[in-house]
Antibody, heavy 121, light 110 residues
């Protein structure tokens, strides 16, 4: 079964850091680009970051550039999002999503169940 | 650029509904448009990729198109079922490879 399972979310104080993980299974992980997408409570979807199959192409939304770092470990079939200098507005459910192509086309065919990040003092 | 969707639409079971997604600047044909369905309390699922491609398992009641004259994309759902009631999001990306989502449209089937 093709599956993405996120973990690492939780309650964190403003200014602190958190690292999210996404474990992939059921497909050849290093054949595809991957993305993080978030959804604030009661709000719409927001693309956060994307990484190509080889990590050679990485992109961020302006709202997180300089604070978040996306990475992947193809040997471990895992995607990561290192989040620093967290703000209240980063509070959201963070989804991991699989691209349909290796280089990244922003066409997602598989989504995880999400991991909740709450930034509050 | 931004992608603008109607906040909500409603239609009766068995009917056909179309949800629009208008690109604010640049050509809608420049980059593929995707459509995602999100039922309450669930993760999004893909109903249309690359303007008009249905992933396996998506019924052919769902179709996508783009219209360069209105610079918009559309998702059409025919033979509406109550299970189609959900939020629908269009999505594309810009020249810097940043993803862009529309604000979402709440479909009510009543």
């Amino acid at each position: 079964e093709v599956q993405l399972v996120e973990s690492g979310g939780g309650l964190v104080q403003p200014g602190r850091s958190l690292r999210l993980s996404c474990a992939a299974s059921g497909f050849t992980f290093d054949d595809y680009a991957m993305h993080w997408v978030r959804q604030a409570p009661g709000k719409g979807l927001e693309w956060v970051s994307g990484i190509s199959w080889s990590s050679g192409s990485i992109h961020y939304a302006d709202s997180v550039k300089g604070r978040f770092t996306i990475s992947r470990d193809n040997a471990k079939n895992s995607l990561y999002l290192q989040m620093t200098s967290l703000r209240a507005e980063d509070t959201a459910l963070y989804y991991c999503a699989k691209d349909v192509a290796a280089s990244g086309t922003h066409a997602f065919d598989i989504w995880g169940q999400g991991t909740m990040v709450t930034v509050s003092s | 650029f931004m992608l603008t969707q109607p906040h909500s639409v409603s239609e009766s079971p068995g009917k056909t509904v179309t949800i629009s997604c208008t690109r604010s600047s640049g050509s809608i044909a420049s980059n593929y448009v995707q459509w995602y369905q999100q039922r309450p309390g669930s993760s999004p699922t893909t109903v249309i990729n690359e303007d008009n491609q249905r992933p396996s398992g998506v019924p052919d009641r769902f179709s996508g198109s783009i219209d360069s004259s209105s610079n918009s994309a559309s998702l059409t759902i025919s033979g509406l079922k109550t299970e189609d009631e959900a939020d629908y999001y269009c999505q594309s990306y810009d020249t810097t490879n940043q993803g862009v989502f529309g604000g979402g449209t709440k479909l009510t089937v009543l």
